[in-house]
């Protein structure tokens, strides 16, 4: 079992900067990918980004270039972390951290609770 539970949403302005934290409960490099997603009210939910435990990372087109995702390279690391520039109010969304343990190619897959990110003048 892993528990995850994210951190750092806000209220932003347009062009504005967030940092999202997800402290899992056991050390990431056990959990084959780490990932963020977003669901809009009224949407499904998407990728934004993953890493996996080799540490390539992977991003949808629509944050390519604004969104770094990164993780604590300590040989105990627990924590990834989701940097957030240019933010457009279309990025506005309840963000999600995902850990994913694949067992004969089909993945585990535990949520946290979602933080809120509310990108608006």
């Known amino acids: 079992q892993v528990q995850l539970v994210e951190s750092g949403g806000g209220l932003v302005q347009p062009g504005g900067s967030l940092r999202l934290s997800c402290a899992a409960s056991?050390?990431?490099?056990?959990?084959?990918?780490m990932g963020w997603f977003r669901q809009a009210p009224g949407k499904e939910r998407e990728l934004v980004a993953t890493i996996t435990s080799g540490g390539k990372p992977n991003y949808a087109d629509s944050v390519k270039g604004r969104f770094t995702i990164s993780r604590d390279n300590t040989r105990t690391g627990s924590s990834v972390y989701l940097q957030m520039n240019s933010l457009k109010p279309d990025d506005t969304a309840v963000y999600y951290c995902n850990a994913a343990r694949y067992f004969s190619n089909s993945p585990i897959n535990y949520w946290g609770q979602g933080t809120q990110v509310t990108v608006s003048s």
């Open positions: 056991v050390s990431i490099y056990s959990i084959d990918v």
